[in-house]
């Protein structure tokens, strides 16, 4: 008899156990009737109008059931199914302990905010209520956070944190929580340093780290040195008092690049540079003479301080620093210290702008490295924040001290 398949009514029955037990009863007592097993389990299955080859199933489980049939119970089949239930609920459990492993790692339970993001990340593939189970949180916080209004604290994360992203970005992804708090600050907004710290971690941005230093001075053993005149006293009372400089190298693959930085100790000022692929003194002389042209012509008293690299021992070397009234001095061999903070510059450039967060591959050209190098350098006189300064910008820093220190104002009596 053809199914009717009339809208709204179901294609398939489903029978009770009481249903299924009456068919197996039926076709049991008419085996014994008739003598044979032969046609009983149509028979009763038409007159019942069921399937006839549920009725078949139910009475071979029935068998199985009580003994007289090899083949799986239905006490253990829905044993296996308990265990595999159990089963896809502890890997489901295990998954969200692996994902939440890391705001997980601290031991305590992290902020509620942090938790909803991450339910909202995995409830289309885990489930609400076992992520829920698995970090012992009630779901009903769950359902409460995302029903009632964000916060004041919220939404003024929601502000911070493209703000903090931003500065982080524009100094060169650099800048830690105590420097990005000092920048965001002097950007115009009121936050604590605490509060940076937090909305960093969410952010998952943090300061760079110094690497190891690198040892590329090459000592001339014969040449005659200029006495070391500052003896690791990197202090100065103003600008054009104290100069350090020293030399680094940048790998790229067209070769190497050397780069000379020439720093005014008084305010860390970059006052001279220079990028090359050789080693040679017209280097030096060249950051030389863009610190003449940055500085002044004439800079009588200046020292100009520098390690024991044949560049800072040659001839040309001396007689470029005496024409603008500069003195040499240099430190000893194969002593950092005694050129520390030529060293620190130098550090930190390769910290972050050559091997720098921002920088997404391999230098290709020196071109590449001078060009960038320009930039940095700019940033560095102009934004970057000098702890030893305060906090501020070389450039700011000398603007200050010339602001306080001006003489071609005269004072005017007032009778």
Request: glycine share 6%.
């Amino acid at each position: 008899m053809p199914r009717d398949l009339s809208k709204g009514k179901p294609t398939t029955r489903r029978y009770s156990e009481q249903e299924k037990a009456a068919a197996v009863r039926m076709v049991r007592a008419l085996r014994v009737e008739l003598g044979t097993e032969h046609g009983t389990v149509q028979r009763v299955a038409t007159q019942l109008g069921y399937g006839t080859e549920s009725v078949r199933l139910w009475v071979r489980q029935a068998e199985i059931d009580d003994g007289h049939a090899p083949g799986v119970s239905t006490s253990e089949s829905a044993r296996m199914r308990e265990l595999e239930q159990e089963n896809r609920e502890l890997r489901r459990a295990n998954e969200i302990l692996k994902r939440a492993a890391k705001f997980l790692r601290g031991g305590a339970r992290p902020p509620t905010q942090e938790v909803v993001a991450f339910i909202d990340a995995n409830r289309d593939e885990l489930g609400v209520e076992p992520i829920c189970a698995a970090l012992q949180v009630a779901p009903s916080t769950y359902y409460a956070a995302k029903t009632r209004a964000p916060s004041s604290r919220s939404s003024r994360d929601q502000v911070l944190r493209p703000v903090l992203r931003q500065l982080w970005e524009d100094n060169y992804c650099v800048y830690g929580a105590r420097k990005l708090w000092n920048a965001t600050r002097r950007a115009g907004w009121d936050v604590g340093r605490d509060q940076v710290t937090r909305l960093m971690r969410a952010e998952q941005i943090e300061g760079v780290r110094r690497s190891k230093r690198v040892l590329t001075t090459r000592a001339d053993p014969v040449a005659v040195r200029h006495p070391d005149l500052v003896r690791r006293d990197f202090t100065a009372t103003a600008p054009n008092r104290l100069w350090v400089t020293d030399l680094t190298y940048v790998p790229t693959w067209a070769g190497v690049a050397y780069v000379c930085f020439i720093v005014d100790v008084y305010s860390r000022m970059i006052v001279g540079w220079r990028a090359a692929p050789h080693m040679r003194t017209e280097m030096v002389l060249d950051a030389i003479e863009m610190a003449r042209w940055s500085r002044g012509a004439r800079l009588d008293g200046l020292t100009c301080h520098s390690d024991a690299g044949s560049q800072f021992t040659s001839i040309r070397y001396g007689e470029r620093l005496a024409e603008i009234g500069a003195v040499p001095s240099i430190g000893t061999v194969a002593d950092s210290y005694d050129n520390a903070l030529a060293e620190t510059v130098n550090g930190y450039y390769k910290t972050e702008l050559i091997r720098g967060p921002a920088r997404t591959g391999p230098w290709r050209t020196i071109e590449d490295v001078e060009l960038a190098t320009l930039g940095w350098v700019h940033w560095h006189n102009t934004q970057r924040l000098h702890g030893y300064l305060g906090d501020i910008p070389p450039a700011e820093f000398e603007t200050a001290f010339y602001a306080t220190h001006r003489t071609d104002q005269s004072l005017v009596e007032i009778p």
